[in-house]
T-cell receptor, first 112, second 117 residues
Framework: AQSVTQLDSQVPVFEEAPVELRCNYS??????LFWYVQYPNQGLQLLLK??????LVKGINGFEAEFNKSQTSFHLRKPSVHISDTAEYFC??????????FGKGTLLTVNP | GAVVSQHPSWVICKSGTSVKIECRSLDFQATTMFWYRQFPKQSLMLMAT?????????EQGVEKDKFLINHASLTLSTLTVTSAHPEDSSFYICSASFEDLGGNEQFFGPGTRLTVL
């Protein structure tokens, strides 16, 4: 079984500031890790994923995440956020059974 | 590519009626489809996993007789909420995946908001 903990339920930042959304996971097997973004009343859009290889993963919209196996973390970062980045962000882990387990989400609010 | 649609995008129904939600993979054949439920300001909870031509596998605590899932083809899965009650009001999201070397990524539909009066 696996679980995901998103340490911050809400993260307010100012426009053009850097942001980090934290995600820790636990699993007894090798995992794939994902970050999704959800805009109000919409489905989920994949930002990036870690399957194997380089631990630094670059995604869409200028986001990147780093897989840290020793700390079981997969934190999402962006060096400079825009108003349009305001959304809910979900970290997810997938084990060997193809099921995704989601964290509770982090609401990123970018203020002008 | 890898687009998933849901229909309807929103539905309002009376208590006791049944509602069907469709999930379609538009440009790929989905070997597996997933149905999630999302309460306001909460995460997605997996309800069931379905493979084309076989019975759905429901997560613990999900009533299979209330949430009927049919995966009739490689591009269509339906979720029917039977005898709906106000507590069934929620945002239902489907996803679809296929066997590939990319980690069997799930592609998500836009969701269906169900309101039961």
């Amino acid at each position: 079984a696996q679980s995901v903990t998103q340490l911050d339920s809400q993260v307010p930042v100012f426009e053009e500031a850097p942001v980090e959304l934290r995600c820790n996971y636990s699993s007894s097997v090798s995992v794939y890790l994902f970050w999704y973004v959800q805009y109000p009343n919409q489905g989920l859009q994949l930002l990036l994923k870690y399957l194997s290889g380089s631990t630094l993963v670059k995604g869409i919209n200028g986001f990147e995440a780093e897989f840290n196996k020793s700390q079981t973390s997969f934190h999402l970062r962006k060096p400079s956020v825009h108003i349009s980045d305001t959304a809910e962000y979900f970290c997810a882990v997938r084990g060997g059974n193809y099921k995704l387990t989601f964290g509770k989400g982090t609401l990123l609010t970018v203020n002008p | 590519g890898a687009v998933v649609s849901q229909h309807p995008s929103w539905v309002i129904c009376k208590s006791g009626t049944s509602v069907k939600i469709e999930c379609r993979s538009l440009d790929f054949q989905a070997t597996t489809m997933f149905w999630y439920r999302q309460f306001p300001k909460q995460s997605l909870m997996l309800m069931a996993t379905s493979n084309e031509g076989s019975k759905a596998t429901y997560e613990q605590g999900v009533e299979k007789d209330k949430f009927l899932i049919n995966h009739a083809s490689l591009t269509l899965s339906t979720l029917t909420v039977t005898s709906a009650h106000p507590e069934d009001s929620s945002f239902y999201i489907c996803s679809a995946s296929f066997e590939d070397l990319g980690g069997n990524e799930q592609f998500f539909g836009p969701g269906t908001r169900l309101t039961v009066l």
